[in-house]
């Protein structure tokens, strides 16, 4: 899957950003160029802890209300909740979530699930900087969503991902197997919070299959939508 910044101007998207991820305002603007302005509000933990477990991903669900009214003045069509695992995890939260909103709420799942349709990748490999329990589930959401998990992979972390590293990420790849991949139509580097953005080229042109990332879905979902509200 390939992206090209674009000079036209320019749409405007609001992101929702877990408070300690260094990564979403560093890729999505990579993504989108000039044709989409973002505007980007926290979600503060009641735990204000960063670790990627029940009571921070339930507490970031429950802080959408008060980060969407940051934003409430602003003339925004959608609004993206930039944590992939919080909306697969916790749906019922979420949902409740996306119910309140006074604009719609995207999650980067949703962003994922709908750059998977458009280049009609039902088969994937998966890989994620979570613990294996995370990254199971997620594998499972996908599967309820009728797209098949060849294989997937994890690093196995709760957090610190932006300081995950590209050799750790290619090494991760290359852990599920030849065969893994080559029955999959495409991949998923799932989580907003690992810099995955600049070596999505090289792997495609390695892999010759697209690659997608909770950014970079994000950023072309948010263009799809920015062209057809015209």
């Known amino acids: 899957m390939t992206w090209t910044?674009?000079?036209a101007s320019s749409?405007?998207?609001?992101?929702?950003?877990?408070w300690a991820?260094?990564?979403?305002?560093s890729e999505l603007h990579r993504v989108t160029g000039a044709s989409?302005?973002?505007?980007y509000s926290r979600l503060v933990p009641e735990s204000r802890t960063t670790e990627l477990d029940e009571r921070f991903l339930t507490g970031l669900l429950d802080a959408v209300p008060g980060a969407l009214a940051q934003l409430a003045a602003l003339p925004l069509r959608r609004v993206y909740l930039a944590c992939t695992s919080a909306a697969f995890m916790y749906p019922a939260l979420a949902a409740r979530a996306r119910g309140g909103a006074a604009t719609e709420l995207v999650t980067a799942f949703d962003a994922i699930t709908a750059a998977l349709s458009l280049t009609r990748a039902g088969r994937i490999v998966l890989f994620t900087p979570y613990p294996d329990s995370v990254t199971e589930a997620e594998a499972a959401v996908f599967r309820a969503a009728g797209i098949v998990v060849t294989a997937w992979a994890c690093l196995g972390t709760a957090d610190g991902y932006d300081t995950v590293t590209s050799r750790q990420i290619r090494e991760l790849l290359s852990s599920v197997g030849d065969a893994a991949v080559d029955d999959a139509d495409a991949l998923v580097l799932s989580c907003t919070g690992w810099p995955t953005l600049g070596l999505i080229p090289e792997l495609q042109q390695a892999l010759g299959k697209p690659v997608i990332s909770s950014n970079l879905a994000i950023g072309l979902h948010a263009r799809r939508e920015q062209t057809s509200d015209r």
């Open 36 to 39: 989409i302005t973002w505007h």
């Open 21 to 25: 991820n260094t990564v979403v305002e």
């Open 5 to 7: 910044s674009s000079a």
């Open 11 to 18: 749409g405007h998207a609001g992101v929702l950003v877990p």
